[in-house]
């Protein structure tokens, strides 16, 4: 699976909150520590390259860290980078699970394949 390193803004007015904003995107993210600042804003991101792909819309490319305008750099507490994860090929695969649990997928699931990638990415977090 592909993946690609947004890069993720972190700023704070009074030390105490944690703001992230992207360049890529217009979202924000936020925590009460800079950790939980950054792993907001990874759920934030995946989220948002979820949505697109489910449109069909395309993703943008990640801005390199040197090419972001210095507005942006403004204030800034430190400027880190956002793994997203991103569909690769379709390779097949063969498996083995219990016919109950197949035909409850195959009652909900117009595409088995499908409901199972779906359940593996929320199980793994994007």
Do not use: C, Q, W
Request: glycine share 8%; aromatic share 4%; hydrophobic share 50%.
């Amino acid at each position: 699976m592909p993946r690609r390193l947004y890069p993720a803004i972190v700023h704070s007015d009074d030390g105490k909150t944690f703001g992230v904003s992207f360049v890529d995107f217009p979202v924000h993210a936020g925590g009460v520590s800079v950790e939980a600042a950054i792993t907001d804003a990874e759920i934030v991101i995946a989220e948002v390259v979820e949505d697109l792909l489910r449109s069909k819309a395309p993703v943008p490319p990640a801005t390199a860290i040197a090419d972001i305008p210095a507005e942006n750099r403004d204030g800034a507490e430190l400027i880190t980078l956002v793994p997203v994860h991103l569909p690769g090929k379709s390779k097949v695969i063969s498996i083995t699970l219990d016919e109950e649990l197949i035909a409850r997928i195959d009652a909900v699931a117009a595409n088995r394949s499908g409901f199972l990638a779906e359940a593996a990415r929320a199980r793994l977090g994007g």
